[in-house]
């Protein structure tokens, strides 16, 4: 990616053009992620000075695809989260012969929007954890009755797991409501962290307009939760980071839902959700139910955890059809700073949840204490 100018959004577009035609394309595309009309249309000389977007650079791939270098003015964005979206990709997401690789935040851009408020060191605090990874369990299905979710919670938290999370599919007005499913699972939590060094955290899903996610929010935290679930795209990053900004305190672990393909998982997934204030995030890991390889799991990763213009690091959670059997693997290719999420594996256990909770906490610190051994 170019490196020009530290304080425009650099942005890498793959555009499935013809060689011949895509810098013609790459204007266009520039033009419709800023200004929106045609450069002959524009009079005034300071919007064609710093605002309208420019073509760096392009890149001719071996697959017939150009990697299209375009910087965009951080002016429109301000410190609106939706909006950097919005330049970013807004239109142009639109189409089908282009999408976006990479992404190189503004510095000023990314401590506007702040980060992680806890980021790793400050889930690792909560939990009382000061170096293995971490293991988090999901409360599923949707539909549960309130003793089912009890049970389940208990058995999560008495064997360890450090974060019991709703599923993300939970309403807030669906039976069990998001209150009550706090009445319910946080005393369960509450009991299993009696008198051990350890400390379970209940991460509730928040879901609905941005009133009902803030009241959600002061419920959860008048009750002693300490942490929640929500999905950025269905929430909106505008309302994510607001949430963030306003409750420092509290852990957001962030879901992947409608995140798709069209942004690379690598860029709104380690890098955007980072920078508007996710302390963990979730994706779907290789071997899984989902399609993501080796490498993209990797760049996620390390995109949560790399050098990001003095932001706080944030977990990778790789998820999505893993079981208690990989744990050592993915112990070996995410290291210490991660949380492991296994939900549906533990689950078909059924009669067997609390055993096997235990096995996959014990498997955890197994495959910690390996991996140390041999570092």
């Given amino acids: 990616m170019s490196t020009q100018d530290p304080d425009r959004l650099l942005v890498?577009?793959?555009?499935?053009?013809?060689?011949?035609?895509?810098?013609?394309?790459?204007?266009?595309?520039?033009?419709?992620?800023?200004?929106?009309?045609?450069?002959a249309a524009v009079a005034d000389a300071r919007v064609l000075q710093d605002v309208v977007a420019r073509v760096e650079s392009l890149d001719a791939q071996p697959d017939g695809s150009t990697l299209a270098h375009i910087s965009l003015s951080a002016e429109s964005i301000a410190d609106d989260a939706g909006q950097l979206l919005n330049m970013l990709f807004g239109n142009s997401s639109l189409h089908d012969d282009v999408s976006v690789v990479d992404v190189r935040?503004?510095?000023?851009?990314?401590?506007?929007?702040?980060?992680?408020?806890?980021?790793?060191?400050?889930?690792r605090r909560r939990v009382r954890v000061p170096a293995r990874p971490l293991a988090c369990a999901a409360l599923k299905p949707i539909g549960s009755t309130e003793p089912d979710l009890a049970c389940m919670t208990a058995a999560f938290a008495q064997a360890g797991v450090d974060i019991v999370k709703d599923d993300h599919g939970w309403a807030a007005r669906s039976r069990p409501s998001f209150?009550?499913?706090?009445?319910?699972?946080?005393?369960?939590?509450?009991?299993?962290?009696?008198?051990?060094?350890?400390?379970t955290l209940y991460a509730p899903s928040l879901s609905g307009d941005a009133q009902a996610m803030r009241e959600q929010l002061a419920f959860a935290h008048g009750h002693g939760v300490g942490?929640?679930?929500?999905?950025?795209?269905?929430?909106?990053?505008?309302n994510f980071n607001a949430l963030r900004r306003e409750w420092p305190q509290m852990v957001f672990?962030?879901?992947?839902?409608?995140?798709?393909?069209?942004?690379?998982?690598?860029?709104?997934?380690?890098?955007?959700?980072?920078?508007?204030?996710?302390?963990?995030?979730?994706?779907?890991?290789?071997?899984?139910?989902?399609?993501y390889s080796r490498a993209t799991?990797?760049?996620?990763?390390?995109?949560?955890?790399?050098?990001l213009h003095g932001l706080r690091p944030a977990l990778p959670v790789p998820a999505g059809g893993m079981s208690v059997e990989r744990v050592p693997e993915l112990v070996s290719e995410y290291g210490s700073d991660a949380m492991?999420?296994?939900?549906?594996?533990l689950l078909a256990a059924?009669?067997?949840?609390a055993e096997r909770s235990l096995e996959f906490t014990e498997a955890v610190a197994r495959a910690a204490a390996a991996s140390e051994a041999s570092a």
């Fill in 12 to 39: 890498t577009y793959r555009l499935l053009t013809p060689s011949g035609a895509a810098a013609e394309r790459a204007q266009t595309l520039a033009l419709e992620q800023s200004i929106e009309m045609p450069l």
């Fill in 350 to 353: 059924r009669e067997r949840l």
């Fill in 227 to 238: 942490a929640v679930l929500i999905a950025p795209m269905i929430a909106g990053v505008s």
């Fill in 340 to 345: 492991l999420l296994i939900g549906g594996s």
């Fill in 105 to 123: 935040v503004p510095a000023a851009l990314a401590r506007g929007f702040g980060g992680p408020a806890l980021g790793i060191e400050g889930v």
């Fill in 179 to 199: 209150e009550e499913r706090v009445r319910i699972c946080q005393p369960e939590v509450d009991r299993a962290n009696t008198g051990r060094s350890t400390c």
């Fill in 253 to 291: 672990i962030a879901h992947p839902a409608l995140a798709g393909h069209a942004i690379a998982p690598a860029v709104l997934l380690g890098t955007l959700f980072r920078v508007f204030g996710a302390d963990a995030v979730i994706f779907p890991n290789h071997g899984g139910r989902f399609s």
């Fill in 297 to 307: 799991c990797a760049a996620i990763a390390g995109n949560l955890r790399g050098a």
